[in-house]
């Protein structure tokens, strides 16, 4: 066989484009429906109990970025770097008690304080209860868009894309499943709220669908095309929400009219500080269907083949650039549905901003749930308590709330890169990982 | 330059590519090192290219111990390689491949001297009658010249060891008789020669003595004269070997692939099948002989659905094939592609499922959008067990298996079923002697259950074996079908190359000459 | 299969053949295209008398020359005249080998078309918008750059943006604190090196997929300088207030009339990358570094073969992509004086990224690039200014359309190195 480059024909193009995503989630992560080699004994410091080991690295990962982050919160704080030059020992002392301040007020704002809700029982105090829910049912309502970005991401990375666009096919579901809601008025809410629902999917399928025929058609890099889809939709955002059709009457800034009641997505308890609703029901719904989707169906079946290798794809007769146009679709529609969650559940109404961040962290939650629907939504509730629980964090100690970003990144950094984990810890093993991942080039 | 490899072995996780080798070079030598695929002949020589570290053992030249930490340091030693896949970049001109990495510079900046470096890759090209365009884009170089690019390289860095993996897979048959010729002259002046192949013929012909490699050891050096090609290929694969297929005499019934007027453009655009007429019948195989890159893979794609005809037909049982895969599957086309982890495979799905690929949109397996996973499974295994693919189980991933055994799945998944064609394009590249064997015999089965064959290859042994007719294709045009009896090597060989079947009595004289000239 | 088409002429076209004439169409459809808006939307409305004034002077001036005063309809129609007269000849015969030449002048017509309907009935500083556009470009420019050096050895950099962020934020806080603008500049490049090298590291060493190491950096880096400009710079303004950048005009350079402001009056950021842009031209394509790097980038293993250290070029060129990337990240801080804030790069760093391809990975091409996304940049401020009557979201959007119009359109042609994106695996 010999090395010629020939330029190739736009489908072909697409088959060499595709393959990157996907082979990073299945290279870098396994397919656990596989049967693995037997392993040779490891060698150095700990040969590990089997059953811990799928379990160790992400483990590690996290703690790794935990110790990370603690050096951040150390080294910026101004008390600790002033003490340090005349009490080294005790700023380091003040320095991990802020920590443990800081972490301490993390977990008890994603999960609550165990002894708090125990107590709370126990007095059959109600309203006690309901304050000590509070953080459990935060966590719940910012995993809900998390869920289904995850999904989102996680969906299009199986077809070899990266999608980087959930943030504005986010925006646009919203867009449309709060038109949806405050403009059609006297239908019962088993109309209504349904049909909002599938408007916002409809919005986020449609910004979805753009970078996906891109690609399709021209081999548009979708992180590109993707990215710049973001900053319009923002900039749609700011414009239609000015507009006499979405802007709330006797309102100057930038808010929505109010979604009609039967289009709510209602609360599971009507109480101001348990606000977590249904809309976590839809994402979990989304996690199965995606999860049938991926492995039970025909269609998955050939956004698999795609994103493994688009060149066999082919010629096995699948056509490459509906594959493409196809996942878009669907993750984009996954992430107009996050939109539409919050807007129908959270908030009532749109504004700008809505949800922001919430498409960027659906890629972290992808990495982290290695592209797998179970996973994304384990993913998804940790990422959710951290956000859910930075603001109590910063209230209590004043940290602010990107380290929960920072944190985040951290954890991403670590588990995209295991072999960096291995060495830090020391953990060998004679099996050879290989490449971790191929990305391949711009479409060229 | 003496070389000598001494107790060289290397270990990969699960597998010693080589044991305990030791060989010796002469200077002004040529030692032919003859193994099937996957016996560690390239292993032993990336090692001794610096691109490898042994695990045990030296390397001596001239008797002294020499160690590389890179090829940078076995080309300042003085050892050169062509290796079997160019190493060339295809945007760079040819003058700037040959410099790569021995760049001439002037100037503070090191800015290039790309003038001086033409001046001696000229000089280099007509001293040593290997003629090339040095500003030529190595992209827009057919095959045979890059591979003059390759040695200019190494004669640009002066080696005085050259190391020729597989050298003749892209040659026809004079190409080789010229590369032969070359490597004479090289090894009167001093240069020794390392000449690797897996075709018992060449080895024979040009070869001073032959190393045999099985398994990552060297079981025996023999002198060509003392040797024939039985037992050079017992040595390679460990027991006697039929060189030849049993098969019957065809039966050819009625045409299954009518091809007329053929013209099909390539991915940039060039012509690359030209106004091509081809019939194969049912019950007989037609092996289609070519230099690589003459419009065979076009051919090939266009038949099986995969690629758009500029004009003209293709019709199999009558019917207009369409450029949708699918539609060729439904009508009874079977097709084993030529890249089998490129094309045939998806590596990261399991063996089940690679099955699955050619027809898991149709029931049983998948019902509208349903997909029978417990279905795809029993129909892997009964096809794991009829074609006897070695693999723990079906939920194997397909890259865990060995190259021989993935090629199997592919054969598996496209003859389970009855076809009326059966396109298979370079069916045994890579593979061991065993699976070559296993899989001409598979072809040749379906041969007989009324199927139509069409092969391609650029293995003339296995076009002559396998061929009940053999047309030869060069610049996309068919230049002439042989019975088997016709197509000598020789004859062959011309074809290949473009020549007028007139020409045929000189060029049969010269290559004489050249042979004789050779042995004297 | 039969694979003809008839003609109205009666003759079969070729599968490639009917490519071409869809191009064909689609390009003169685009332009006839073109003609109308410039008539209906832009001429039309305009009363004849109108003028548009575009001042070609930017004081301070040495030698004068007068505004550009052209009749707003005329020459409106006399655009709209030759995007149709383009429009119809690519229709019917089409303009063969110069269809891209072609191309430009219609989209310069257009462009120049929306400038005299923008500036009819008042004036408007075409050399300001132009000196403007430079600015604007700057960044986007030194993205491209850092991105070029980064995938011409094979290694796709998505942290650009990233690593112009900490650029910025760490060139704010250390001229701030040194009060020096020369150390501050230095600490960014030193960051964007840092950075540079934990994506080497990551991608080369661990073999992490390039994009998602690229964007793990990024919100890294998002995450902490906003952070830190939350803990730190909010409570301590006085770190967060780095000395301005002067403007330097060269002298007589930057008299020349209409060019001088435009490309010799500016600060030192610009003359930086004007340079930055030469040598690495000069480097990549006449220098035994460039094509070491070339061949890393196209085919490693045939460079390593020929005796290059590939993993050594990759990560020698990835810093170097950072250290561009993070001198790039200080002018948005130092470079326009002003301090940090959060997540001030909006994007620049994947425009960047789009004036790259765009540019065919050539810091030439490159440049000229992100001059066009700057000037669309710079239109986009002006929205007010010049009492456009689009809303400013839209044309807010405008460099990210342009983006995609530009990735969608010329990815097919122009080729990324062959090896870009690939991790090098070394038995």
């Not at chain 2, 010729?181 to 012909?205: D, Q, Y």
């Not at chain 2, 065809?250 to 091509?276: M, Q, Y």
Request: contains cysteine; aromatic residues 6%.
């Amino acid at each position: 066989m010999t090395d010629e480059k020939r330029s190739i024909p736009p489908t072909e193009e697409l088959a060499r484009t595709t393959e990157g995503a996907a082979a990073a989630a299945h290279h870098a992560y396994g397919d656990l429906e596989s049967v693995e080699q037997p392993e040779p004994p490891a060698r150095g410091p700990g040969r590990l109990p089997r059953l811990l080991g799928p379990l160790l690295l992400p483990g590690l990962a996290l703690v790794s970025a935990f110790l990370v982050g603690a050096i951040v919160i150390i080294a910026s704080d101004e008390r600790v770097i002033n003490m340090f030059g005349t009490d080294p020992l005790g700023a380091l002392g003040m320095g991990i008690s802020t920590t443990f301040a800081a972490y301490g007020a993390l977990l008890r704002g994603a999960i609550g304080d165990p002894v708090q809700i125990g107590q709370a029982i126990v007095d059959l105090d109600l309203n006690a209860l309901h304050r000590s829910l509070n953080p459990i049912s935060e966590t719940i309502l910012s995993s809900t868009p998390l869920v289904l970005t995850g999904l989102a991401v996680a969906l299009a990375f199986r077809s070899g894309l990266f999608n980087i666009g959930a943030e504005g096919q986010l925006q646009v579901g919203a867009l449309v499943a709060v038109l949806v809601g405050f403009g059609i008025t006297g239908v019962p809410w088993f109309i209504h709220l349904p049909l909002a629902l599938i408007g916002g999917a409809i919005g986020g399928a449609l910004w979805g669908f753009i970078p996906g025929l891109l690609k399709a058609r021209t081999g548009a890099h979708e992180v590109i095309t993707t990215i710049m889809l973001n900053f319009i939709a923002f900039r749609l955002v700011d414009y239609t929400l000015r507009t006499p059709l979405y802007q709330r009457p006797g309102r100057a800034d930038q808010i929505s009219k109010i979604v009609e009641p039967s289009a709510t997505l209602p609360q599971f308890i009507d109480h101001p500080l348990l606000r977590a609703h249904w809309g976590i029901v839809v994402a979990l719904i989304a996690a199965v269907v995606v999860s049938w989707l991926l492995f039970r169906s025909t269609r998955g079946f050939e956004f698999r083949a795609v994103g493994l290798n688009a060149s066999a794809a082919r010629y096995a007769g699948m056509s490459i650039a509906r594959t493409i146009v196809l996942s878009m679709m669907a993750a984009g529609a996954l992430a107009g549905l996050a939109g539409a969650a919050v807007v129908l559940g959270t908030t009532r109404t749109m504004n700008v901003g809505l949800a922001s961040g919430a498409g960027f962290d659906g890629i972290a939650i992808a990495l982290l749930g290695r592209a797998r629907p179970a996973g994304v939504v384990a993913a998804a509730f940790l990422i959710g308590g951290l956000r859910a629980g930075a603001t109590p964090m910063q209230a209590a100690t004043g940290i602010p709330i990107h380290l929960v970003v920072v944190l985040q990144a951290l954890v991403i950094m670590f588990i995209a890169a295991p072999a960096l984990v291995r060495a830090i810890y020391r953990i060998r093993t004679e099996r050879q990982t290989g490449a971790e991942a191929f990305a391949k080039g711009w479409g060229a | 330059m003496k070389l000598e490899l001494r107790g060289i072995t290397k270990r990969f996780p699960g597998v010693v590519a080589n044991r305990d080798v030791s060989l010796v070079v002469q200077p002004g030598e040529i030692l032919g090192l003859l193994g099937e695929n996957g016996a560690g002949k390239t292993t032993l020589m990336n090692i001794l290219y610096g691109l490898y570290r042994p695990d045990e053992g030296e390397i001596l030249l001239d008797d002294k111990a020499v160690r590389f930490s890179g090829p940078a340091g076995a080309i300042a030693a003085g050892i050169g390689m062509v290796h079997q896949h160019f190493m060339l970049v295809p945007v760079f001109t040819v003058t700037e491949n040959v410099m790569l990495g021995v760049e001439s510079t002037k100037g503070p900046l090191l800015q290039l001297d790309t003038a001086a470096a033409r001046r001696r890759v000229v000089e280099i090209s007509e001293r040593h009658g290997l003629h090339v365009n040095p500003d030529a884009y190595v992209q827009d170089l057919p095959v045979g010249v890059r591979q003059r690019v390759e040695i200019i390289k190494t004669l640009y860095r002066q080696s005085k060891v050259l190391i020729l993996d597989e050298p003749t897979a892209v040659l026809t048959p004079q190409e080789t008789e010229e590369l032969f010729v070359i490597m004479r002259s090289l090894v009167e002046g001093g240069t020794s020669i390392i000449f690797i192949t897996h075709k018992l013929n060449e080895v024979l012909e040009v070869a001073d003595r032959i190393a045999v490699l099985r398994r990552g050891e060297v079981v025996g050096t023999v002198v060509p004269a003392e040797a024939d090609k039985e037992k050079l290929a017992e040595m390679m694969v460990g027991r006697p070997v039929q060189l030849t297929v049993d098969k019957d005499p065809p039966r050819p019934a009625e045409p299954v692939l009518e091809i007329s007027s053929l013209n099909i453009r390539d991915d940039r655009g060039h012509p690359a099948v030209r106004d091509l007429d081809l019939v194969v019948h049912r019950g007989e195989i037609v092996a289609i002989a070519g230099v690589q890159g003459n419009g065979q893979t076009e051919l090939a794609e266009a038949i099986t659905g995969l690629r758009q005809l500029e004009s003209g037909s293709i019709r199999v049982l009558g019917e207009d094939v369409r450029p949708n895969p699918r539609a060729v599957y439904r009508a009874g086309v079977a097709h084993v592609p030529e890249d089998r982890l490129e094309e045939g495979l998806v590596p990261g799905f399991n063996v089940a499922e690679n099955m699955a690929l050619n027809n898991y949109w149709q029931p049983p397996i998948g019902r509208g959008m349903r997909l029978d996973r417990d279905v795809m499974a029993r129909r892997a295994q009964e096809q794991v067990g009829e074609f006897d693919v070695r693999t723990p189980s079906v939920f194997n991933d397909i890259a865990n298996l060995s190259g021989g055994n993935q090629q199997k799945v592919i054969v598996a998944r496209e003859f389970s079923r009855e076809i009326n064609l059966l396109v298979a394009v370079q069916p045994t590249r890579g593979l061991d002697v065993g699976s070559i064997e296993y899989i001409h015999k598979r072809i040749v089965e379906k041969r007989d259950a009324g199927a139509a064959v069409l092969i391609v290859s650029t293995e003339l042994e296995e076009i002559v074996a396998l061929g009940d007719r053999i047309a030869v294709m060069f610049q996309g045009r068919i230049v002439g079908i042989l019975s088997p009896q016709e197509a000598t090597f020789a004859r062959l060989g011309l074809l290949m190359g473009g020549a007028h079947p007139e020409d045929e009595r000189a060029a049969e004289q010269a290559l004489a000459a050249a042979s004789a000239g050779a042995d004297a | 299969m039969s694979a003809e088409t008839a003609t109205a002429g009666g003759r079969t076209m070729t599968a490639s053949e009917r490519t071409l004439q869809r191009r064909q169409r689609i390009l003169g459809t685009v332009y006839l295209l073109a003609a109308t808006v410039i008539v209906i939307y832009f001429a039309l409305p305009i009363d004849g008398a109108t003028q548009s004034r575009l001042v070609l002077n930017l004081p301070p001036v040495t030698f004068a020359i007068p505004d550009l005063v052209l009749p707003s309809a005329g020459t409106l129609y006399f655009m709209a005249l030759v995007a149709a007269f383009a429009g119809a000849i690519q229709l019917t015969r089409g303009f063969g080998a110069r269809w891209a030449l072609v191309l430009g002048l219609v989209a310069t017509a257009f462009v120049f078309a929306f400038l005299v309907w923008v500036a009819a009935g008042q004036s408007m500083s075409l050399t300001g918008l132009l000196q403007t556009s430079v600015q604007r470009a700057v960044p986007i420019v030194f993205g491209a750059l850092s991105g070029i050096l980064c995938e011409r050895a094979g290694v796709i950099n998505i942290a650009i943006e990233g690593m112009l962020l900490s650029g910025a934020f760490v060139g704010a806080v250390v001229a701030s604190i040194t009060g020096d603008v020369g150390i501050g500049v230095l600490g960014a490049v030193l960051v964007g090196g840092l950075l540079g090298a934990l994506l080497a590291v990551l991608a080369i060493r661990y073999m992490v997929d390039q994009i998602v190491a690229g964007f793990v950096i990024n919100i890294l880096v998002i995450g902490l300088t906003g952070f830190l400009a939350t803990r730190v710079l909010q409570q301590n303004q006085q770190l967060n207030t780095p000395p301005r950048l002067t403007i330097a005009p060269i002298p007589l350079l930057s008299d020349i009339p209409i060019l001088g402001p435009i490309l010799f009056r500016q600060n030192i950021f610009v003359y930086a990358l004007f340079i930055l842009v030469i040598v690495i031209f000069v480097g990549l394509f006449y220098t035994r570094w460039g094509l070491r790097v070339r061949a890393v980038g196209e085919h490693p293993k045939a460079a390593d073969t020929a005796g290059i250290n590939v993993y050594f070029v990759r990560y020698r060129n990835v810093i170097m992509g950072g250290l561009v990337a993070g001198l790039g990240g200080a002018y948005f801080t130092i470079g326009s004086g002003v301090g940090f804030e959060r997540e001030m790069t909006a994007g620049r760093g994947f425009i960047g990224l789009a004036a790259m391809i765009f540019g065919g990975w050539n810091p030439l091409g490159a440049a000229g690039a992100g001059l066009i996304f700057g000037f669309a940049d710079a239109i986009q401020a002006r929205t007010s200014i010049l009492g456009i009557p689009i809303p400013s979201e839209l044309l807010g959007s405008l460099p990210y359309i342009v983006t995609i119009i530009v990735v969608a359109g010329l990815v097919g042609r122009a080729r990324a190195p062959a090896a870009d994106g690939q991790p090098y695996k070394k038995e």
